[in-house]
């Protein structure tokens, strides 16, 4: 691609890969993003969109190889839940400040209520989709049904930004401005939760040293 030198850091290793592997490096990018996630799909997607309409490879070929991508991710990182697991968490989560044995229990009970939702759903949401897998593998959630929902949800998410890129042509990049607006509204969602996490252990703990 001729113009990759007007693209971010990403964007240009995303095309490399393209150049370099074709679809399947559009696979191998997502794989990573996966792993990494401050690498955006938001960007890698509708970049490999817009490269399959400029006839460099298929449509189809695209949504599978980065769906692929996405489940191989996502079981890396499912791997390493299963290897932390539920009794090495609840002793990392005893030495941490604020942090009590029994939030792990809560969690626990609260995914084997949700977690089929959580791990489908939770693939569309930025930053989510690629931490949601480590609670499922801590929690040992069946890899079948963990790979079957993961792939559903992933190809959902990765179809509709591939596509766009695909359709949007040389505005591919326009994809992203939405996007990111998406993540924001995420990342201080989190932001809140935890402030507000905090605040209340703090209050909880303080009321707790004044009846002492």
């Known amino acids: 691609m001729d113009d990759s030198e007007n693209l971010n850091l990403f964007a240009q290793w995303a095309v490399t890969l393209m150049e370099v592997l074709g ?3 559009a696979g191998v990018a997502v794989a990573v993003e996966n792993l990494f996630p401050p690498i955006p799909s938001e960007i890698i997607l509708p970049l490999a969109g817009f ?5 460099s490879f298929s449509l189809w070929e695209v949504l599978v190889w980065t769906t692929l991508g996405s489940l191989v991710g996502a079981i890396a ?8 697991g539920a009794a090495r968490l609840r002793r990392i989560v005893a030495r941490v400040p604020l942090m ?3 939030d792990v229990d809560r969690a626990e009970a609260w995914f ?3 977690g089929d939702k959580a791990v489908f759903f939770g693939r569309m949401i930025p930053i989510v989709r690629s931490l949601i897998s480590i ?3 801590i929690e040992r959630m069946p890899v079948l049904r963990f790979a ?3 792939t559903a949800g992933s190809a959902i998410w990765n179809s509709v930004f591939v596509l766009a890129g695909y359709f949007l042509g040389e505005n591919w990049s326009s994809v992203e401005r939405y ?3 998406f993540q924001l509204i995420v990342v201080i969602t989190v932001v809140v939760a935890l402030v507000a996490f905090v605040v209340l252990r703090l209050r909880r703990r303080r009321r707790g040293t004044m009846v002492s």
């Not at 490269?51 to 006839?55: C, F, L, Q």
């Open 179 to 181: 996007a990111d607006v």
């Open 23 to 25: 679809s399947f490096g």
């Open 112 to 114: 084997a209520r949700h």
């Open 135 to 137: 609670p499922a593998g």
């Open 51 to 55: 490269t399959a309409s400029r006839g």
């Open 148 to 150: 079957v929902l993961t």
């Open 77 to 84: 990182l499912y791997g390493l839940g299963a290897w932390l």
């Open 100 to 102: 009590k044995v029994s």
